[in-house]
């Protein structure tokens, strides 16, 4: 999976919002069955806790301060990177 990385950092950098989303959509399609599920329930569960941001003050920004590192990183794994 780590060579689909790449495919996903250029989507990210599309400019076109709209085309940036369907490439992105298509690149999640495409990803083998259990890595689809696996960031289905992770997004879900994000997606709750951001729903009650005003009270654990995780808006979607902090999440992805907090869970980006982790969950998109280089293959040299270098934070300067990030």
């Given at each position: 999976?780590?060579?689909?990385?790449?495919?996903?950092?250029?989507?990210?950098?599309i400019?076109?919002?709209?085309?940036?989303?369907?490439?992105?959509?298509?690149?999640?399609?495409?990803?083998?069955?259990?890595?689809?599920?696996?960031?289905?329930?992770?997004?879900?569960?994000?997606?709750?806790?951001?729903?009650?941001?005003?009270?654990?003050?995780?808006?979607?920004?902090?999440?992805?301060?907090?869970?980006?590192?982790?969950?998109?990183?280089?293959?040299?794994?270098?934070?300067?990177?990030?």
């Amino acid at each position: 999976i780590s060579d689909k990385y790449n495919d996903f950092i250029e989507a990210n950098r599309i400019e076109d919002a709209s085309e940036r989303m369907r490439t992105l959509r298509k690149l999640i399609r495409d990803l083998p069955g259990h890595y689809y599920e696996t960031l289905k329930f992770l997004v879900g569960h994000l997606k709750t806790i951001a729903d009650h941001s005003e009270k654990n003050k995780m808006e979607p920004r902090n999440l992805a301060l907090v869970f980006g590192p982790t969950l998109v990183r280089t293959s040299e794994d270098n934070m300067t990177d990030m």
